[in-house]
């Protein structure tokens, strides 16, 4: 297939609509279980353990490197094996680690239990492995499907805040990680069996065997160069959202927003769903590489509105409606943008590797920005974050100017 080719193919309408339904549920419960709750807990989790805040987030941060660290095997275990049955283990592993920190009775069984948590969720989050659960469906109609999978998951932050919030009220920090364990167990752990068992229906007759695989618009022997930079860019993006998501609701109160901070944080997720739904609509015409570019400035954008805004209200809306925004987009770049540059074959495999890229730099973020407020304050932190996001605007820029080229060299398909 020519790159020219690959328009037609990347837009199959056929989405595969329980599919995306089913993760997207698995994916809100996912990420509010075993991410976006956890900056919420912290503090409880410290005074409990007797270790102050910054170490709390020092051993998460810990936990997203050893989770980087994995994320190449789980990689190639989403092409060997099937994703689905990667999420399905992976419910499961989710549900008894979050059993096990809620049960540890010292700080080193705490800190296992949360690198066991960040291992098993690189195994059902969709950075790599529900991303490649829709390439294994069906790989032409994967772009689609990724943005619809995103736009459903963007919910996640915008219930489970208040909902953490909420739980505290009356639960401690170890009853409400019980009660996630539940949901993980009971409604996961059953949709990505059911996944798997649709999979392995539709490869014992014959379907996936018909399926076109998506060929990359980046030539084999210039591959490598685009996987760094991507990467890269990836990377230092996931450092400043990393950060900003970790630290955005105690950030906003010590900035003065009190008991606000959870309101305004919880912009981030409906930002989110708008972005991913303006996309749908309307971004069919903007590639894979132009849409990185626009989800780094907005991310970057919203670090330089914060910093310049401080305490002043509007300031900080503006700043968790264009973190959304930005965040939103790059949701949908993680997983269209290598099925646009590399093809759908091993697609499992690199992602893994991106991902492991991604989580590793990115891994130091709670820590570092938690240290760095401590040290030289908000303002300071602020400026670091939007610093290394520029680094990956200008490389993700790189890519798509490359990108323009070579499509631009490439013989159309009538010659």
Not at 169 to 192: D, Q
Request: aromatic letters at 8%.
């Amino acid at each position: 297939m020519q790159p020219g080719a690959r328009a037609t193919s990347l837009r199959n309408p056929n989405v595969p609509v329980g599919i995306v339904a089913a993760l997207g549920l698995t994916q809100i419960i996912g990420y509010g279980t075993l991410y976006y709750s956890f900056s919420i807990l912290a503090p409880g989790m410290a005074a409990d353990l007797g270790i102050t805040v910054t170490q709390v987030f020092a051993i998460f941060s810990a936990s997203l490197f050893v989770g980087g660290l994995s994320a190449p095997y789980i990689g190639r275990q989403l092409d060997g094996i099937g994703a689905s049955t990667v999420m399905a283990v992976g419910s499961a592993l989710s549900a008894l680690t979050l059993i096990l920190c809620a049960w540890s009775p010292s700080v080193v069984i705490f800190a296992l239990a949360i690198v066991l948590m960040e291992i098993s969720s690189g195994m059902v989050q969709y950075q790599a492995a529900a991303f490649a659960a829709l390439v294994e469906a069906d790989p032409r109609s994967a772009l689609r499907s990724i943005t619809y999978l995103t736009l459903i998951a963007g919910f996640a932050s915008t219930i489970f805040w208040p909902i953490a919030t909420a739980l505290l009220g009356y639960l401690s920090w170890r009853e409400i990680y019980l009660v996630y364990a539940g949901l993980n167990l009971a409604i996961c752990m059953p949709f990505h069996v059911w996944i798997m068992r649709k999979g392995k229906k539709g490869a014992t007759s014959g379907k996936r065997l018909m399926r076109e695989p998506v060929v990359g618009a980046i030539p084999h022997e210039r591959r490598r160069g685009a996987v760094v930079a991507v990467s890269a860019a990836f990377a230092l993006l996931g450092f400043t959202l990393g950060a900003m998501l970790a630290h955005m609701v105690p950030m906003l109160g010590t900035l003065g927003f009190g008991s606000a901070a959870v309101v305004i944080g919880s912009l981030f997720g409906p930002a989110q769903v708008l972005s991913r739904l303006i996309n749908m609509i309307f971004g069919a015409r903007l590639a894979p590489p132009g849409l990185a570019v626009v989800s780094a400035t907005f991310m970057v954008l919203s670090v330089v509105i914060l910093a310049l805004s401080g305490n002043w209200l509007p300031g900080a809306v503006a700043f968790s409606i264009c973190l959304g925004l930005g965040s939103g987009i790059n949701s949908i770049a993680q997983g269209s943008l290598p099925l646009y540059l590399f093809g759908s074959d091993g697609y499992g495999a690199l992602t893994g590797k991106m991902a492991a890229a991604r989580l590793a730099a990115g891994a130091a973020a709670p820590f570092v920005f938690a240290a760095t407020m401590e040290q030289f304050g908000i303002g300071a932190s602020l400026v670091l974050s939007a610093a290394l996001g520029s680094i990956g605007i200008a490389a993700f820029a790189a890519v798509a100017m490359a990108t323009k080229r070579t499509l631009v060299a490439a013989p159309s398909p009538s010659n």
